[in-house]
């Protein structure tokens, strides 16, 4: 597989990485066995790039990763992060980042961190006092880089003034599109991208069901792109992108990832999967090149993204 470099602080990963959080959060059961065979078969196939956080399952999820890549640490980059409180308020102060990093260490059963990132922007804590922390750990051999999500272009300028800042993470696919706002900030500071939910959490891969077929505790029994009205224009679209794959030998799933690796060179989509097929089938995005022609009728399938907001109301993280 092609490697990518993210940031300019020496951060290189393969082209298309690994997102673990549907191992064990926002996708119904939690599922260990399924995980880390498909974590060993991304390995397999050349995927350097692993995502995790301390949020999904406090612990649990970090465990699975830290145990299915030990055969090859040293060949791979492991990111984690840290923010979230368990009732899911923001929580970045600097004693709670290092208490954190601490369990995620542990729980990863490794001596370092690759990628650190603050997973949300906390709006109590000036973003100079949680990049200094991170400084300090990097200082400390503890972690290599730095990384931010959902964070906006005031908040990457002044985290990036004190601790450089290799990546910023935020939800970006053929269904979402705002994060093309912050494209010209990232090129200006030289960060890197990663876009999660690339496969639009699911939908844009052709297998998806209406919300009421989904678990309870599966985000999408009420996420708003499932819901009626905008389901059916979501379902369309994606008919059409597969028509679209078919005639280049490709799967929807696919086609999608070829989208986002087009966007730019400084882009690395880390698509989830509890199953080594479909990993597989992810992978096999790196290899298919879109044409101008495709990249056209793709824009006119979905010329500003999908139907429904990402998240619910007072959810949306604000880009400051
Ligand atoms: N920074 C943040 O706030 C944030 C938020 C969300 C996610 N993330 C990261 O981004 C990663 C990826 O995002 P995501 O997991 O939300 O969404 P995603 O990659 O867009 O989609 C994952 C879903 O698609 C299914 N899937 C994947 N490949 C498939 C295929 N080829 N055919 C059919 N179904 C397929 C998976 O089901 P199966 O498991 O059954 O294959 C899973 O339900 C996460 O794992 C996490 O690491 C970060």
């Known amino acids: ?46 995927v350097t790039f692993f995502d995790t956080a301390e949020m999904y399952g406090w612990g649990e999820n970090e465990k699975v990763v830290g145990q299915a890549v030990k055969g090859f640490r040293d060949e791979v980059v492991v990111a984690t992060k840290f923010g979230f409180t368990r009732d899911y308020g923001f929580d970045s102060r600097p004693e709670h980042i290092r208490e954190v990093v601490e369990n995620s260490l542990r729980y990863l059963s490794m001596d370092h961190i690759d990628v650190l990132y603050q997973h949300r922007v906390d709006p109590n804590v000036p973003i100079e006092d949680v990049a200094g922390t991170v400084k300090e750990l990097i200082d400390a051999g503890k972690v290599k880089y730095f990384g931010l999500s959902e964070a906006g272009p005031e908040t990457m300028r002044r985290a990036h003034a004190v601790q450089p800042v290799s990546v910023l993470q935020t939800e970006y696919s053929l269904f979402e599109r705002d994060v093309e706002v912050l494209f010209p900030t990232l090129n200006e500071l030289g960060i890197g991208f990663v876009p999660y939910s690339p496969l639009g959490r699911g ?8 919300a ?4 309870e505790a599966d985000m999408r029994s009420w996420d708003a792109r499932w819901q009626p009205g905008n389901f ?73 993204g999908g139907f429904g907001s990402r998240y619910p109301e007072g959810m949306n993280p604000n880009w400051h």
């Open 203 to 210: 939908f844009l891969t052709g297998t998806t069901k209406l």
């Open 232 to 304: 059916e224009k979501n379902v369309e679209a994606t008919r059409q992108l597969t028509e679209l794959a078919a005639t280049k030998d490709a799967t929807v799933a696919q086609l999608a990832l070829a989208w986002l690796l087009a966007q730019g060179e400084h882009i690395v989509p880390i698509p989830g999967s509890r199953s080594a097929k479909r990993v597989e089938e992810n992978i096999g995005a790196a290899r298919l090149t879109l044409t101008a022609a495709d990249l056209t009728r793709i824009k006119e399938i979905l010329p500003t």
């Open 1 to 46: 597989m092609q490697t990518r470099t993210l940031g300019t602080q020496g951060l290189t990963t393969s082209a298309i990485g690994y997102g673990s959080m549907g191992i064990s959060f926002a996708y119904g059961a939690a599922d260990a066995a399924g995980g880390s065979s498909a974590i060993q078969r991304a390995y397999d196939l050349g």
């Open 212 to 215: 009421s077929e989904y678990e």
